[in-house]
């Protein structure tokens, strides 16, 4: 089974995937999380690079750094841990990609689409947990922390990442779970966990 958690950064997406990690484990799962990107000592310097404020990266250069990350990432962890029967979750997959290099910075849908797929060899999740806030929590968030590159971009940027999440899980209906990140994190606990084993019940 293949969960991904996404949002606009400091949505809880983060805290979401390590407490249903813990929930599952409890349960005897054998559960593997990762995020994106990162998850292999390659992918680790490529996120280095990618939210160093530091860096001037252009549009094109930005999103192959994250597929030559995530091609990494799918060929040697995530791939083969769901062959072993893992539960693996993910924090971002390629539906982040989607909405930062295609909404964000406008990017050729259909060319980001085609990177995505060649670099993850076809893999989907089967669940993807879309938790949305708006920009204002997100700016009263991100007072309490410093900010990475792609946290500096500008209102109307993120304005278009969080527009193509939202558009994404309306494209995807069948394994995209929008929730409210308003919610507490014991609420958005508690939905992630009835819809994880409302899946794991159909697949007996």
Not at 5 to 23: N, P
Not at 125 to 147: Q, S, W
Not at 186 to 204: A, G
């Amino acid at each position: 089974m293949f969960i991904t958690f996404e949002g606009i950064d400091l949505a809880g997406k983060t805290t979401q995937a390590q407490l249903l990690a813990k929930y599952l484990i409890d349960k005897g799962k054998k559960v593997i999380t990762i995020r994106e990107p990162g998850g292999t000592q390659v992918a680790e310097k490529i996120r280095h690079i990618l939210l160093d404020p530091q860096n001037d990266l252009l549009p094109f250069a930005e999103l192959f750094l994250f597929e030559a990350a995530r091609a990494d990432l799918v060929n040697k962890v995530i791939k083969p841990s769901l062959a072993k029967g893992n539960v693996v979750i993910c924090d971002r997959f390629w539906d982040s990609t989607i909405a930062y290099q295609a909404f964000g910075r406008r990017l050729p849908f259909e060319f980001v689409e085609q990177c995505n797929y060649y670099a993850s060899e076809g893999l989907t999740p089967n669940l993807t947990f879309f938790i949305d806030i708006p920009l204002d929590v997100l700016y009263e968030r991100a007072k309490l922390k410093a900010k990475d590159r792609m946290e500096q971009e500008e209102s109307e940027f993120l304005q278009r990442v969080i527009n193509g999440f939202r558009t994404i899980a309306q494209k995807f209906p069948d394994r995209f779970i929008i929730i409210d990140g308003s919610k507490t994190i014991e609420e958005i606990h508690k939905i992630v966990t009835n819809y994880v084993e409302q899946f794991l019940e159909r697949e007996k």
